[in-house]
């Protein structure tokens, strides 16, 4: 999931080298700190960058909201607040960085696995709208957060 391929040829030259791999090497620190196998890490942090997205764009929106924000489909994309010119490049950029959770079962898919992880490693929790994992420490979180909005920016 940290490699995306894109239809588009122009899309992948919009994108620079880090932003390809924004989440390295935070996702270096963590496969070593917590002993994590392969590409565990990346995808960890690409399900937060979509949880952050969501909690930055409709916070009241359930976690399986993610694909109709990246389509801009149904009801909670239809019912979404004005939002200011950065919140737009937000979700410009997610679209690119998230591709693959534009699918409905990818994304529910890597809900679901992001959920099975100890809550020590996840920054939020899934099952409610806009929350931050509860052990999780501060500055852990301020730094991820600082990550995903670097990779959005």
Known sequence: MNALSFSNPSIARQLSPFLLHWQEPLATQLRFQYELPGQLANRLLNVELGLFLLAELLPLAPPQALPDLLNGEGVVYQDRPVWKPRQHRYLNRARALLAPYQDRNRWLTALAKYETLP?????????????CGSEVSRSILRNREELFRQALA
């Open 119 to 131: 809550t020590s490693l996840r920054a939020f929790s899934s099952h409610c709208s806009g929350s």
